[in-house]
C-alpha cells in the first residue's frame, strides 16, 4: 500500500487553527476485521452473530451494570463542545465524529434509546437511535479511530473519558463476533507463544546473546542480557519491540548498562516476554487479567524480589493503576519497593544517589525534545508525587544530552497530544488515519526543529516510537530523529568507571 | 381553588420526581462498581485530594478554563447567577428568612442578569459556532429554551409585572401545612412556577444532572492511590 501523503504542515509557528467539521471524510477507514481463528482463540464469536443486534444491546447493559464510569459517562455529557478541538484524530482528519464528543454519541444514542426514559420517548430529539448495520459500521469505523489517548478527559468539566466509551465499544463488537484483526491477532499471540511480536523463547534468547556480544564489542564491558534466571533480584517486563525494533533496542541496551552499573541481578522472563497489554485497547478486563497474571507467574517462578517495567506506555498504565486488582496481591515481592516500579524510577534515582553517572557528551550534538507519551502522562504516575511522570524522564534526558527544549505547552504534559498510533491503531491498514492522526504533534515539533534546532525526538513508548519512526518521513523529518529514552542513557552513562 | 389544586399537585408531583429520582440516580451510582482506578493523572494521591479536586471542579471548573475561556466564562455566569437566584428564592419557602437569605436579595436580582446573560451566550456559541451546532441536539435547544423562558418570566416579575409577593409566600406557606391559600394569578407568576416545576422534575432524568454525575466521575473523583508499597526507589 503505497503510504498516503499529507498536505504539508503548516508554515507559521505555533498550532495549527482548528479544522471546521465536515461529515463522513474519514467514513471509509476502517481497520481489517478479525477472522473467525483469531476472535475464538479470545473466547469471542468467531463472526457477526444473527441477532447482534440483541446480543449487543443486552452486553451494553451488562457493562452498565459493572463499570461505574461507563454509566456516569453516558449521562454526565452536557454537549458543551469543550471536547471538541482536542482529539489529535478530529485536529488532523476534519472528521465530524472524530470530535470526541461526536464519538461518545455514537454509543451514547444506543444508551439512550435502550436506557434511559427520554430516549425511549422522545428517540432521535434526545439524541437516541437503535444499532442498525449503519450505526455498527460507524462504531467500528470512528471506535477504531480513537487511540485512548484521554486528552479529551482533560478538558471535559465532567471528566468524560472517551476511551472508557471506545473500550466499551470495542468490547461490545468483540462480544458480538466483530473484532479487530490487529488487537485480537496480538493478543492471541501472548497466549500461545507469550509476546505480541511471536518471538518464540529460543529466538528470544538468541537475541540476547546477540546484543551482549554486540555491547562488548561496542563499550568492552560485560553487560548481561539475562533471560529465565531464578534467583535474580529484579524481573524486567518490556515491550517485546525492545528485542529488535529499531530505536527500541536501544533503550533495552541502556536498561541493560543502568543495571549492570548498579549491580542490581535482573532477569527478562521468556513466559512473560511482553509489557504491553493489548486487553486494555479491547476494553476487556479479562483479557487484560489472563495477560497480567502471566507476569505474575512469571515473578513467582523465578522468584524476584521486585517488577520492573520497560518503556511502554499503556503498559505502565496498566502495570501503575490495574496490576494489584488483576494479579494481585504481590505481598510476595520486596515490600521496600513499590510493586511494581517503572525503569525510569530507578535510573532518576540512581542518577539523583550517584549510583550511576552520565556523561551529556557522550551525546554531544544532540538537542533533544520530549514527547510525553499519553498514558504515561495522564493514567499512571513515576515517583512518590504526583506529576513525576514529567519531571522524572526530564531529569534523565537534561543528565543524558547537553540540551533539553520542550515543545509547545499545549502539546506536553498532561495536555500532550498522542502519537497517533496508540489504542491497538499500530497498523498498516490505518496508515493514512496514523499520519493525519501524528500531525499536532508534528507540527508542534516542526516548531522546536525550526526555531530551537532540535535534533531528536525522545519517547518512553513502544508504541510511539513504532508509530513515529512510520510518519515522521510523511511530514519531511528522519525517522532517525526518533530515540528511546534510555538509549540516551545507555549512550552517556559511565560503565565501569568509579561511581565516585 | 381549581388552580390551586392543579398549582399544588403541580408542585408536589415535581418535587417528588426530583426527590426520588435524584436519590435513585445517586444509589445507581454509588452501587455500580468501579473496579479499575481510572483517574486522570497527574491526580491526587488520596481520598481527601481527590474530594477536593472534584470540589474545585464543581465551583470553578478549572477543566472548562484550560479547554475554552469564553465558554468557562459563558458557564459561570449562568450557574453563579442561578446560585443567586436560587438563594434569593429561599425567601419565599421559608416563612422567616433568615439575615443571609435577606442580605442576598440583591445580589439575587443581579444573578438573575447574570444567569439570563450566560444563557444567551451559551446559546449564541451553540447556534454559531459550527463545531458546537454539530454536536448539539434538539433536547439542548430544549433545555436552553426552558431555561431561558424560566428566567424570562422570573426577569419579568421582578422588574415589570410585579406580583404579589405575600400572596405567594402565604401559598407555598400554606403547602406546608397541607391548606390550599388562594394563589396570585398573574399569568408570569404561573408560567414560572409550571415551567420551573418541569424543570425540577425532569432534572434526574436528563442532561441536568450533570453536577451530581460529576461527583461520581471516575477521572475526577478517584485518586492516583494503588500502587502499593511506594516510599523509595533504585
Ligand atoms: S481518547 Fe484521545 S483519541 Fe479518543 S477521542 Fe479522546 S482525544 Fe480523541
Ligand atoms: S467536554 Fe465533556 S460535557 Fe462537554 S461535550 Fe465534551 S464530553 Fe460532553
Ligand atoms: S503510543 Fe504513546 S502516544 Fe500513542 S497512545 Fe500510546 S502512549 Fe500515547
Redesign the interface.
Known sequence: MADFVPPPLWPEIGLEP?P??EDGLMAACRPFVAAPAHNQALGFPGELVEDWETRAVARLGEL??????L???L????????????CHFFLGTGD?NN?P??RQ?LLRAVYCRHF???GRL?G????AGRLDRARLDSWYGYFHQCSQC?RC?????????TA?LSMAAREIMNSIGLGQKYCNEIIGKVYAIGNNLGLPPPALADTLEGLEEDVRDESGHDVRFPLDVRGAEVLLVTPSADFFAEPHVDGLIGYAKVFHQ?GLSWTLSSYASEAANFGLFIGS?EQMRKIALRIRAAALDLGVKRIVFGECGHAWRVA???L??LA?P?DF?D???????HIA??T???IR?G?IRLDPDANAGMVVTLHDSCNV?????M??E??G??TLPREIVRAAVPRFVEMHPDTTH??TFCCGGGGGLLTDDLIELRIKGARPRMQALKQVVEQDGVTHLCALCAICKSQFTKVLPAYGFDREMMVSLHQLVGQAIRLGTSSL | MAAELAMAAILVVAASALLVGLTL?IV??AR??????????????GRVGAALRVGR?IVL?P??W???KP?WLA?MLFHLGLALVLARHLRYVIEIPPAWVVALQGPGQLGGILMMAGLVLLGL?RTL????R???????Y?WLLLLLLIGGSGLAMTYRWHTDIIGLKAFLAGLWRLDLVPLPGDPALIAHMVLAAALIALLP???L??GF??V??????SP?S?????????
Open positions: 482548528v471546521s467539521p452498565l451494570a459493572g463499570n461505574r464510569a454509566r456516569v459517562y449521562d454526565a455529557c452536557v454537549g458543551c463542545g469543550a471536547c471538541a478541538d482536542k465530524a470530535m464528543v461526536a454519541n434511559t426514559p427520554a422522545l432521535p430529539l434526545a439524541g484521554r478527559s482533560v478538558f471535559c468539566p465532567m471528566g468524560i473519558d472508557e548498579a478486563v501503575h493503576a490495574f494489584e486488582e494481585g504481590f515481592l515490600p521496600r519497593y513499590p510493586r511494581p516500579q524510577e530507578i532518576a534515582d540512581l544517589t549510583g502522562a495522564r493514567a499512571s504516575r515517583g512518590d504526583p506529576g511522570q514529567f498532561d495536555r | 440516580r445507581l451510582y455500580t462498581p468501579a473496579p479499575l482506578p481510572l483517574a486522570t493523572t497527574p491526580a491526587p494521591t471542579e471548573f477543566s472548562l484550560g479547554a475554552d465558554l458557564a456559541r459556532i459550527r463545531r458546537v454539530k454536536i448539539s441536539r434538539p433536547t439542548d430544549g432524568v436528563s442532561k444532572l450533570h454525575a460529576l461520581f466521575s471516575p477521572s475526577r473523583a492516583d494503588t500502587r502499593l508499597g511506594e516510599r523509595r526507589h533504585g
